[in-house]
């Protein structure tokens, strides 16, 4: 596609169970981020993929975060026994490498209950 | 604590006038680029300025960057109730090749 796409755009879940949350980045583009925002606040680095190099996950919260990147295209970011502080939306960025342009995705907005 | 730190955090202005952001960050860095946010979805870049560059143009949005000061400006000139949305500045750290850094943003509304 032209753009970073992101599924589902919303997620409702209950308390405890898994959620996947998918990212289809431009075709091309080396770097991939996840980010996480909560209402009103600024952006909060997760993860980070370049290439074929070890992600950085400096800024997964918990060990109950996790994200692949397979065949270096697709992305997926798992959070399993969720938490109502996940409550959030989950951004998604491309760049043809890092600290270039971004390009982001539209987002997918999780809410825990 | 933040990378980038914008202020004001909300600034409210009459269609027409200047809108002034600014951006502080702690590290040295590779280049800033600020991006604009509608209805808390997805971001868009607007404009990146290198540590080597002082200012930059495009369009209506003016960007300078002080490296000694470590801080940079986003100026957008004759604004129109459209411009209404958040901006961040983000930061790419000097030495790294990884992960952008946002502040935490300024609301701009525009009133028509």
């Known amino acids: 596609g032209a753009g970073v796409s992101q599924s589902p755009s919303n997620k409702v879940t209950e308390k405890g169970k898994d959620v996947e949350l998918r990212c289809d980045p431009i075709?091309?583009?080396?770097?991939l981020y996840w980010y996480r925002q909560s209402l009103g606040q600024g952006l909060e680095f997760l993860i980070y993929?370049?290439?074929?190099?070890?992600?950085?996950k400096s800024g997964l919260p918990s060990d109950r975060f996790s994200a692949e990147r397979t065949g270096g295209s697709v992305s997926t970011l798992t959070i399993q026994r969720t938490q109502q502080e996940d409550s959030a939306v989950y951004l998604c960025?491309?760049?043809?490498?890092?600290?270039?342009?971004?390009?982001f995705g539209q987002g997918t907005r999780l809410t825990v209950v | 604590s933040q990378q980038g730190e914008e202020d004001p955090q909300a600034l409210s202005i009459q269609e027409g006038e200047n809108a002034t952001m600014n951006c502080s960050y702690k590290?040295?860095?590779?280049?800033l680029q600020w991006y604009r946010q509608n209805s808390g979805r997805g971001l868009v870049h607007l404009i990146l300025?290198?540590?080597?560059?002082r200012e930059k143009h495009s369009g209506r949005l003016r960007v300078t960057l002080d490296t000694s000061k470590k801080s940079s400006s986003l100026l957008i000139t004759a604004s129109r109730a459209a411009d209404t949305a958040s901006y961040f500045c983000?930061?790419?750290?000097?030495?790294?090749?990884?992960?952008?850094?946002f502040g935490s943003g300024t609301q701009l509304t525009v009133l028509p």
């Open positions: 300025i290198r540590s080597n560059e």
């Open positions: 075709s091309g583009h080396t770097a």
């Open positions: 983000a930061t790419a750290l000097q030495g790294s090749a990884r992960q952008l850094t």
């Open positions: 590290t040295s860095i590779n280049n």
């Open positions: 960025a491309s760049s043809i490498k890092g600290a270039t342009e971004a390009f």
């Open positions: 993929f370049q290439g074929n190099s070890a992600p950085d």
